[in-house]
């Protein structure tokens, strides 16, 4: 009923309510974007990364392997004293 008595206040509140939430959309676009350019920005970096990577294991193929035995026994320690104390 307050409605039928005074359909100005509800109008106002009604363009309000759309102008809040325009506001709301553009932000998530905004952010939306952002994410977008800051995951490429990623992939970019990654790409380079990768492209490093595979250039020393070119060069240096013994020492590739031997870090990676050496990553790889880190790793497999770690995991083996976190399974040790999950059991005690």
């Given at each position: 009923m307050a409605n039928k008595k005074n359909p100005l206040k509800t109008s106002g509140l009604r363009q309000r309510t759309h102008k809040s939430?325009?506001?709301i959309l553009d932000k998530a676009a905004d952010i939306g974007e952002r994410?977008?350019?800051?995951?490429?920005?990623?992939?970019?970096k990654a790409a380079a990364a990768k492209e490093n990577v595979d250039g020393y294991i070119r060069k240096n193929p013994e020492k590739s392997v031997l870090i990676a035995v050496g990553v790889g026994a880190v790793v497999g320690a770690l995991l083996a004293a976190a399974m040790m104390r999950r059991k005690n």
């Amino acid at each position: 009923m307050a409605n039928k008595k005074n359909p100005l206040k509800t109008s106002g509140l009604r363009q309000r309510t759309h102008k809040s939430v325009d506001k709301i959309l553009d932000k998530a676009a905004d952010i939306g974007e952002r994410g977008k350019e800051a995951m490429d920005g990623l992939k970019e970096k990654a790409a380079a990364a990768k492209e490093n990577v595979d250039g020393y294991i070119r060069k240096n193929p013994e020492k590739s392997v031997l870090i990676a035995v050496g990553v790889g026994a880190v790793v497999g320690a770690l995991l083996a004293a976190a399974m040790m104390r999950r059991k005690n």
